[in-house]
């Protein structure tokens, strides 16, 4: 298993990262939060999970262990995949997915793409004895209040397009937390964007 990876970051993408490893160019699926902290030509350590397919290795990078550790647990449940469990990543961190599932809050579940009520219940029953206690530490860490580095409206219309949204969708999410961004006195954040605008996604739906 790679465990980390360390290196100077030689592209990024929408959905990835690519990290110079001793000459070799890693490709590193990453959360946009986790992305938006990353700048191509800076060193940069990201953990991560290697997932084995029969077509296919993929490598997934998270911004520390913890958020590689609740992925991995997150996919012990029934019907959750390595997609599935980055967008639960990408939409609420560690800890408040922790606190979703001690709580029961089928309403913070449902928040993120692919999962519904039904599914959202399931996951509560299955994780509850799975994510342990929050830790506290991690609460309003890099993941919900990361700035973005490129236009917030690029970075937020990828994202959305990354967790299975349609792009007209996506369109209508920017504009509808357009009004939240720019009335914000500093760089919006991309973690408080995206969960405003899946928001207002789920109210059409």
Known sequence: M??????PVAALAPTTAVIEVGGVGMAVQCTPNTLSELRIGKEAKLATS?????????????????????FELLQTASGVGPRLAQAMIAVHTPDALRVAVATGD????????????????????????????????H????????????????????????????????????????????????????????KAALQTLNRTR
């Open 50 to 70: 290697l997932v084995v397919r029969e077509d296919s290795l993929t490598l997934y990078g998270f911004a520390d262990d913890d958020e590689r550790q609740v």
């Open 106 to 137: 089928e309403k913070a579940l449902t928040a993120v793409p692919g999962i519904g009520k039904k599914g959202a219940q399931k996951l509560l029953l299955e994780l509850k004895d799975r994510l342990g206690e929050p830790v506290g530490a």
């Open 2 to 7: 790679i465990a980390f990876v360390s290196g």
């Open 139 to 194: 609460i309003g860490r890099q993941g919900i209040g990361s700035a973005v580095s490129a236009s917030w409206r690029d970075q937020l219309h990828a994202a959305l397009i990354g967790l299975g949204y349609a792009t007209r969708e996506a369109d209508e999410a920017v504009a509808a937390v357009a009004p939240q961004a720019e009335a914000a006195e500093s760089t919006p954040h991309v973690g408080q964007l995206l």
